[in-house]
């Protein structure tokens, strides 16, 4: 049985086939409509969602599956105390794989050493969140064609961002990426993804504070909100919160090719004026990530249509 | 200073200078009822200084805890007042129970009866990970 906790679970290969199940689902929807009828999919979300939790059970009815669970911590058991291992011994008598988000970081990977079905990690605070990844890696193989040389600069709150390390260390394994990382020096990336991913891939990179300086450089510009529920000290959050504003003014000196993704949910850090730009991809993005997990959910149920 | 030799127990030398005590608390040698000794700050023609702990009874050690600590520890088991084996530890690939991660933001802190795990993800200097949260603290 196979789990996706972090995005370094999966080979090249396995990102590769599940992108290309995704792009065969994007073309014969009506071929995979009724792939997982008599399937249960719970969704445990013991912190807010809104595209992660809905995309998720989106997938699952569009392959003829049911789905299950909560959007709250408080309307599960753990409001009563109830520990995470029990609760996904719990679930697991009750659904045929699960896609968990926690405020807890490795929260997912203890639900995987207590479950009897599939765990999917829809994020774990800071840390990680593997299905962005796959939905940003289909955006960008979509977008531009491929996955390898690239530069790709990442911006806003790398430190506490788990999209922007989960992406990371999925493309640390692609030919040809440079990264810039873009951000204030409070919230640079954490050193274990400069160190153990990046330069032990010898992937060349930037750290840099300045948007303007380097936007003619990117092939992906990644733009992350500074999430004020990472912070335990409201006065640093309003600090660093309007960090970078991407607006038209900064997209003047960007390549025409350029493609701006955003996990979303956004506040202010891309302007709406941004949104008519065809160089924008981030609503395209929440799309694909409806498919991909479509993938994903076949793959690790093993099911074929 | 003289220390007696001992008949039948384990001899831990070449210990970093400073480390016997944390050894000593670490491996819970205060619960055992037999003679320990802590040598501090011993001269070594190899180490300059060096700590040394002798235990005047044959017990079962977690080498994990030893190797973590200090992975240049020799440890030398003695059976009828003779030298009969020298271990050669190292740095364990997994630390099971043996440290606590302090990242707040980790299941670790909350969830009752986990088993505090952190793995070895860089040899050369000595980091260890929490396999939950990947923190190294």
């Given amino acids: 049985m196979k789990h996706l906790i972090d995005p370094m679970d999966l080979s090249v290969k396995e990102i590769d086939d599940i992108l290309n199940l995704a792009l065969d689902i994007i073309d014969n929807k009506e071929k995979y409509s009724n792939v997982c009828k008599g399937k249960k999919l719970a969704t445990l979300f013991f912190e807010p969602s809104t595209r992660t939790r809905l995309s998720f059970e989106a997938a699952m009815m569009e392959l003829g599956g049911n789905v299950l669970g909560f959007s709250s911590a408080a309307s599960s058991s753990s409001s009563k105390g109830e520990s995470v291992g029990d609760t996904v011994k719990i679930v697991s008598c009750y659904a045929d794989i699960i896609a968990m988000r926690h405020f807890k970081e490795g929260a997912p990977m203890l639900a995987s050493m207590k479950s009897d079905v599939p765990i999917i990690n829809a994020g774990d605070g800071g840390h990680n969140h593997p299905t962005q990844t796959l939905t940003d890696l289909l955006t960008i193989k979509r977008e531009k064609g491929r996955l390898s040389n690239l530069t790709i600069g990442l911006c806003g709150d790398l430190m506490f961002g788990r999209t922007v390390h989960s992406l990371i260390k999925a493309l640390s394994r692609y030919e040809g990426i440079e990264f810039i990382l873009i951000s204030p020096d409070e919230l640079k990336i954490p050193d274990y993804i400069r160190t153990e991913v990046i330069e032990k891939n010898n992937i060349t990179y930037r750290e840099v504070t300045s948007m303007e300086d380097v936007i003619g450089e990117l092939d992906i510009l990644y733009m992350t909100r500074v999430q004020r529920e990472r912070f335990f000290n409201e006065a640093d959050y309003i600090r660093l919160k309007d960090s970078y504003i991407l607006d038209n003014s900064k997209l003047v000196t960007a390549k025409s090719d350029l493609s701006i993704l955003h996990p979303l949910p956004r506040v202010n850090e891309i302007a709406v004026e941004v949104d008519d730009d065809p160089r924008a991809c981030y609503f395209k993005q929440a799309l694909n990530g409806k498919f991909v997990r479509m993938a994903l959910i076949m793959t690790l149920l093993g099911l074929e249509a | ?137």
């Avoid at chain 2, 977690?62 to 009828?80: A, E, H, Q, R, T």
């Avoid at chain 2, 084996?85 to 299941?107: A, G, M, Q």
């Fill in chain 2, 1 to 137: 200073m003289n220390i007696d030799s001992i008949q039948n127990g384990i001899v831990l030398d070449h210990i970093t200078a400073g480390k016997a005590l944390q050894i000593y608390t670490d491996l819970h040698l205060d619960k055992l009822d037999c003679s320990v000794a802590i040598i501090k700050n011993v001269k070594s023609s190899k180490m300059g200084r060096k700590d040394i702990l002798k235990i005047d009874q044959d017990i079962d050690m977690n080498l994990d805890v030893l190797g973590y600590i200090d992975p240049d520890i020799s440890v030398n088991i003695i059976k009828d007042g003779k030298l009969i084996e020298k271990k050669k530890i190292e740095l364990p690939e997994r630390l099971i129970d043996i440290k606590k991660c302090t990242n707040p933001r980790c299941i670790t802190t909350t969830e009752q009866g986990i088993q505090q795990i952190f793995k070895l993800t860089n040899r050369e200097k000595r980091i260890y990970r929490c396999i939950y949260c990947e923190a190294d603290k």
